[in-house]
């Protein structure tokens, strides 16, 4: 916060703000599990398939509200580059970094942070670029909904399951609502993309 202030920041402290979000979930989700191997709780499967389930729902999640986070940012708001630009920006970057000595993890954080954003555009085979005004009209809403499945939706969720004493109700959310819930408004979300483009090209 301190860097985005002081207009400081760099592309590997992006890197690892994204981290450091993701590292804190997974020691989260470490002390759920040892707490559920050592508790009484009736389960109706191992603590452990169900731990791995949520990890990789959490993962998903995370990835996609991102994705779609980070598009507003750009094609609706202006203030960040496209998931595209970005890594068109990264892979400049990790170039730059490649004809120097050292700098070996700088290296190897870009090298990873390219492969999620390939996660993140298997879908996609072109940069779009979108309408402004149409595109935060269009996605406002949608975007309110995405954060539902969000990663501080994830920890709302497991402190009101932990407050209630019912890990349930937390895999009932992660595993199975969420999933739902992610699924649905992907599929809205490729019909309002869709629709931009057609009245962008009619325009």
Same mark, same amino acid.
């Given at each position: ?10 592309l ?23 707490? &559920? ?19 990789i729902?959490l ?13 507003f &940012? ?31 993890l ?5 090298i990873?942070? &390219? ?5 993140? &555009? ?26 539902w ?38 599929i ?16």
């Amino acid at each position: 916060m301190i860097a985005r202030l002081q207009k400081k920041g760099n592309l590997i402290g992006r890197i690892v703000d994204g981290w450091v979000d993701y590292t804190t979930s997974i020691f989260i989700y470490v002390g759920l599990f040892i707490g &559920l191997t050592r508790s009484s709780f009736q389960l109706p499967f191992p603590p452990l398939p169900m731990m791995l389930c949520a990890i990789i729902s959490l993962g998903i999640h995370c990835m996609i509200v991102d994705y779609y986070r980070h598009e507003f &940012l750009a094609h609706g708001m202006g203030k960040k580059e496209s998931i595209w630009d970005n890594k068109k920006l990264f892979t400049e970057e990790l170039t730059r970094l490649k004809k120097k000595k050292g700098k070996i993890l700088e290296k190897i954080m870009i090298i990873v942070y &390219l492969e999620y954003t390939k996660i993140q &555009l298997k879908k996609s085979t072109e940069s779009k670029k979108y309408p402004q005004k149409i595109y935060y009209q269009s996605n406002k809403r949608l975007l309110f909904l995405w954060n539902w499945i969000g990663q501080s939706t994830h920890i709302s969720i497991l402190v009101i399951a932990s407050l209630l004493y019912s890990p349930m109700i937390f895999f009932i959310y992660i595993i199975g609502l969420a999933n739902i819930w992610m699924i649905v408004l992907w599929i809205i979300q490729i019909r309002i993309n869709k629709k931009i483009e057609t009245k962008d090209l009619s325009e």
